[in-house]
């Protein structure tokens, strides 16, 4: 018995709180800090997770699809996964429609889907199996340039040229549209076909196709041309008389189609 528990006034004690002796501290300590440490131990003794299931990585076997380009059949061996401008490019070899960002925002891939003019980098190979597809090398029809790429030689509406292809399509689908009515958003009225089309509208309407070159200018005369040459008569001219532009003393005639079909990115 310790001094001071000899000391106590035993009919103190119960008024007095309990002192806790060394011994009962030393055991709450021990136990609180087991209680403490119990998640890591628990942590360390736990059975690890099993490791995830391997994803298949494997790429999905190439399969033939059937791509109508330019008028003619094309049946390629493609993954489901490979894009239309890729299809047409590495597969088809046809090199004139243009890889610029690879995702929607250049425009220098675009071609036409039974009219229609689409960015060829957005959309897989495989959801056009029954369509209409032309790029740049179907414009021109019989070794004669179409109004549109014979106008944008006379209007000097191109430099590098890497912008080109897709600049063709893009106007040549938009004055179709024009025609059928389709309004853009600077079209006064858009429950009204587009009275005329104005030279606003033709930068709208062309504003998804880019030039790193800034040709946008004579780009925008030459869909004028084409516009106000009336696209039967003026196409009708242009084809009568493949021989014109050759002869009009600016010699891109065939700059232009090599530009088509030279450049290719990596
Ligand atoms: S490459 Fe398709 S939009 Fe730029
Ligand atoms: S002509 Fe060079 S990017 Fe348009």
Do not use: W
Request: glycine share 8%; proline share 6%.
């Amino acid at each position: 018995m310790s001094t001071q528990e000899e000391c106590q006034d035993p009919q103190d004690e119960a008024a007095l709180p309990q002192q806790p002796s060394r011994r009962r501290f030393l055991q709450s300590a021990a136990a609180a800090a087991t209680v403490g440490a119990a998640p890591h131990l628990r942590a360390q003794t736990q059975t690890p997770a099993a490791p995830p299931a391997p994803i298949n990585q494997a790429a999905p076997p190439p399969r033939p699809v059937t791509l109508t380009i330019n008028g003619r059949a094309y049946t390629l061996q493609l993954e489901p996964r490979v894009t239309l401008l890729d299809a047409l490019r590495e597969y088809a070899g046809l090199m004139g429609t243009k890889k610029g960002c690879d995702r929607g925002q250049c425009g220098a891939c675009t071609v036409l889907a039974d009219g229609r003019r689409i960015n060829a980098c957005l959309t897989l190979a495989v959801m056009h199996e029954g369509e209409n597809i032309t790029t740049v090398e179907g414009l021109a029809t019989h070794d004669a340039l179409s109004p549109m790429q014979r106008a944008f030689i006379e209007h000097d509406a191109f430099q590098c040229g890497y912008c080109t292809p897709g600049q063709l399509c893009s106007a040549t689908a938009l004055l179709n549209e024009f025609r059928y009515g389709a309004a853009s958003t600077v079209t006064a009225d858009v429950r009204a076909r587009p009275a005329q089309l104005s030279d606003d509208e033709i930068r709208e309407r062309m504003s998804g196709n880019i030039c790193r070159c800034g040709a946008y200018a004579n780009i925008v005369a030459a869909v004028r041309a084409v516009h106000d040459g009336g696209s039967q008569s003026g196409s009708a001219a242009m084809q009568d008389a493949p021989g014109a532009i050759g002869a009009s003393g600016n010699g891109h005639g065939d700059e232009l189609r090599n530009v088509h079909t030279n450049h290719r990115t990596t």
